[in-house]
């Protein structure tokens, strides 16, 4: 089983530190069984993707996320084998031997939208939940769906008031049919105050809440200093 990892990112200063934390700690070492990328939007491709080494470039802006996250799942879908994506963010600390673990244990190889539930106020109550950005599961054949779908997704699903886990969740829900698969509570919160609680070795994934703060770079490291304990 092969599990690619976009990580959407930005080219400012605040996101590269997160960058360059995630590539000491958590995505230092990576497991056969993954691959890790970086996702950016320059604008500057002349309107093709483009991808050097581990950072993939959208011809799309740093701001637009829907646009960028479809870009890169093109490209994987074009030159990547791989039996699922997890789109995540530079916020975010995996430990990849457990989440691989509870992947192959949890969740069905194909129609599979997997991931904890995202919780925005622009999502209207009725049209159906949507797991978060912090790291949303997608199947190759849900992959094919999006793309080949784009320009619907785009048409009926899009405003500038959310991002692509809103926008890729209401067209699962509402155009495929297709129900999110909540994953049990094993994402732990985290922020300087509190992180000496929060560890938990048996946690797959950490959200660090402290937002463009310098202090997120270094909780990625504390939580990397317990946790590659296990």
């Known amino acids: 089983m092969k599990i690619i990892i976009g990580v959407l990112s930005c080219l400012q200063k ?6 360059f934390a995630l590539k000491q700690t958590c995505f230092k070492n990576i497991p056969a069984e993954f691959e890790v990328y970086y996702i950016y939007g320059n604008g500057q491709c002349d309107g093709k993707y483009m991808m050097e080494n581990s950072d993939f470039y959208s011809s799309y802006r740093d701001d637009e996320i ?13 030159y990547k084998k791989f039996d699922y994506i997890l789109r995540t963010n530079t916020a975010c600390y995996w430990n990849l031997k457990l989440y691989y673990e509870h992947i192959l244990n949890t969740v069905p190889k194909t129609n599979a939208y997997y991931g904890p539930i995202g919780d925005d106020p622009n999502v209207i109550k009725g049209q159906g939940r949507f797991i978060s950005g912090a790291g949303y599961l997608l199947s190759k054949d849900l992959i094919s769906k999006i793309i080949s779908n784009e320009k619907i997704i785009m048409s009926r699903h899009f405003t500038h008031h959310v991002h692509d886990d809103v926008s890729i969740g209401k067209f699962l829900y509402k155009d495929c049919g297709v129900p999110e698969l909540e994953c049990p509570p094993n994402r732990i919160f985290v922020k300087a105050s509190n992180i000496n609680s929060k560890l938990d070795r048996t946690c797959y994934n950490y959200y ?14 504390t939580i990397h200093q317990y946790t590659k304990q296990c």
């Not at 605040?14 to 960058?19: F, K």
């Open 14 to 19: 605040e996101y590269q530190d997160l960058v």
């Open 66 to 78: 829907l646009s960028k996250t479809i870009d890169f799942f093109k490209y994987c879908n074009t």
């Open 208 to 221: 660090c809440e402290n937002h463009h703060e310098p202090i997120r770079p270094n909780l990625l490291h």
